[in-house]
């Protein structure tokens, strides 16, 4: 079965750090597109990063800069650098599998182009 497990949130203080991780099971993150999506109270749901399977990265230009996406193919982990955080950066953070043909324009919606979601875990920021 296939299982998205995040990690790493937590409450920081705007210009700070944060990493999130993401274990995957149930199927290889080398094969697929993967990446981090985001929703705060009364906003949809947004992307924030994706990783194709050759590596390349995806970001909004809202954290291009700023946050830096990887992963770890032999602990098949995906991870989030999450650098200078600002105040509006405060969401649930959720990893996904995302459908192939969809992996850079999913950061522009994810609805139908998101095969998998995690479950999330929670990122605060105060000023």
């Known amino acids: 079965q296939v299982q998205l497990v995040e990690s790493g949130g937590g409450s920081v203080q705007a210009g700070g750090s944060l990493r999130l991780s993401c274990a995957a099971s149930g199927f290889t993150i080398s094969t697929y597109c993967i990446g981090w999506f985001r929703q705060a109270p009364g906003k949809e749901r947004e992307g924030v990063a994706t990783?194709?399977?050759?590596?390349?990265?995806n970001y909004a230009e809202s954290v291009k800069g700023r946050f830096t996406i990887s992963k770890d193919n032999a602990k098949n982990t995906l991870y989030l650098q999450m650098n200078s955080l600002k105040f509006e950066d405060t969401a649930m953070y959720y990893c996904a599998r995302v459908r192939a043909p969809w992996c850079r324009r999913s950061l522009e919606s994810p609805l139908g182009r998101v095969s998998y979601w995690g479950q999330g875990t929670q990122v605060t920021v105060s000023s």
């Open positions: 990783i194709d399977t050759d590596g390349s990265p």
